[in-house]
């Protein structure tokens, strides 16, 4: 799509609805000439171009590359009338869109009933689903990996609750056998599973999880913030289907997290938290002397715990999703493309004598390192790697790097000397299914970066 195009039909389009309301003057302390608007505007833009090309298949760090342009030019156009999700009367076609989107997010993970929000954020949508664990089970505490995000122990410490961090296995994944135990002490109410860890996209084995859960009355959260999307692969023929059981436990959760600023092609801030449960919406009643007046209806600020949100957030994704939904030929396609070049890279990684595949990807996320046989020496090398691909002037890649430990090391390559607690090793999401193509190059290009390293 020719986003020049769209972007002024949308101008265009909120403008001649503006006009319907009649005329009237503009105020001149707002006014600004267009030769001031350039100055500012050359420096604003000179500004922007100290970032790193999030959009470039040679960006192989982090979880981050500009939204879908259908979500640009819906975002903008929302934004030109600003609507508020808090109430209805902040915004009633974006908080019908809301609730639409949500609807589909609660069908892509099978939830039979749902009542579940957009955030805007994962941490604040995972806050808002360990805010009910511990309404539901006062005095008991939270249960998460020890690969789990780290806002998870943040937030338990905001809310009062004790958050109690569980192994893992040799694979990242939460170690069941210890989370049994840990279960039995009658402490716990509420069990997180991470669909996706954000350091190694680690899938906590969700279904064990809730044989576990079950047989100890304990609730279980799914914090599918970078993983959720994946779902759509799940079952499915060909390399990039994933194994199903995981993922369908999710239906029988009671809550899940996904972000649609990661894998949803949106910008940020959108995340989204659902309940299985649509009774737990009682414990965020609250009156507020100043909204809720247009209309008896549900209003989104009665059942969230922020108060204003980006209309423009709820309106971009249902853009997105009449596009790309939510499906496995709409955004399965393109998180499909992700996990095919994640096995392509793991493939070339193997069969490489100069890098060294870390653990095998379970979603779109490859972590690797210069083959050396230290942990100093893979953790030194990591680090040049890195830094040399970034200020590369001719053939710049960027990547990021993960922190692992020693023992994490050992167990999945015992041959490595342990000569420090742990090593850095090199980590990319490949989030852009334009990665798909472009991974014998990243490959051919972090060769010789490793082969360079190795002699400086
Ligand atoms: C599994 C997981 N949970 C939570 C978060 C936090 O999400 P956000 O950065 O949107 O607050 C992330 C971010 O990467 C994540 O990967």
């Avoid at 689903?129 to 789990?148: K, N």
């Avoid at 051919?444 to 082969?451: G, S």
Wanted: proline share 6%; net charge negative; glycine share 10%.
């Amino acid at each position: 799509m020719d986003l020049d195009y769209w972007l002024s039909r949308a101008a265009d389009a909120i403008a001649d609805w503006e006009t319907t309301f009649g005329a009237y003057d503009a105020h001149p302390a707002l006014a600004v000439s267009d030769e001031q608007f350039a100055a500012a505007f050359g420096e604003f833009t000179d500004r922007l171009k100290d970032n790193y090309p999030f959009f470039h298949p040679a960006y192989a760090g982090q979880m981050l590359k500009p939204p879908h342009p259908a979500a640009v030019v819906g975002y903008l156009a929302t934004m030109l009338i600003n609507p508020n999700n808090h109430a209805l009367d902040g915004g009633p076609a974006t908080a019908a869109m809301e609730k639409e989107v949500v609807s589909q997010l609660a069908a892509m993970f099978g939830f039979v009933a749902h009542f579940g929000h957009l955030t805007t954020s994962g941490t604040i949508a995972n806050l808002e689903a360990l805010f009910v664990a511990r309404e539901l089970h006062p005095g008991r505490g939270v249960a998460y990996s020890a690969e789990a995000h780290y806002t998870h122990g943040r937030m338990c410490g905001v809310l009062g609750i004790a958050g109690t961090s569980v192994g893992v296995d040799a694979a990242g994944r939460i170690d069941v056998g210890e989370l049994d135990k840990l279960l039995a002490s009658g402490k716990i109410g509420t069990v997180v599973a991470t669909a996706g860890t954000t350091g190694l996209g680690a899938i906590d084995q969700v279904h064990d999880i809730l044989d576990v859960t079950r047989r100890h009355g304990v609730r279980v959260h799914v914090d599918a913030a970078y993983g959720g999307f994946f779902t759509l692969l799940a079952g499915q023929d060909g390399p990039a289907g994933l194994d199903p059981a995981p993922w369908r436990a999710i239906a029988q959760c009671d809550s899940v997290v996904i972000d649609p600023h990661k894998h949803g092609l949106q910008p940020y801030g959108c995340g989204a938290v659902l309940f299985a449960d649509p009774d737990v919406g009682r414990f965020y009643l609250h009156d507020s002397p100043y909204t809720y007046f247009t209309s008896g209806d549900l209003h989104l600020g009665e059942i969230s715990l922020e108060c204003s949100r980006a209309g423009a957030a709820a309106a971009a994704l249902w853009l997105t999703f009449r596009l790309l939904p939510p499906t496995p030929t709409g955004l399965g396609g393109v998180v499909a493309a992700g996990r095919r070049a994640a096995l392509d890279w793991a493939r070339r990684l193997t069969a490489s004598q100069i890098l060294e595949l870390y653990q095998p990807p379970e979603l779109d996320i490859v972590c690797y390192f210069p083959a050396a046989d230290s942990m100093s020496a893979i953790d030194a090398g990591s680090a040049r790697i890195l830094q040399a691909g970034m200020t590369s002037a001719e053939e710049p890649v960027f990547l990021s790097t993960l922190r692992v430990t020693a023992d994490a090391i050992a167990r999945r390559h015992p041959g490595i000397v342990a000569d420090s607690d742990g090593a850095r090793v090199l980590r990319s999401v490949l989030m852009k299914p334009e990665q798909e193509t472009y991974v014998p190059r990243l490959h051919d290009r972090l060769e010789r970066l490793a082969v360079l390293a190795a002699s400086g």
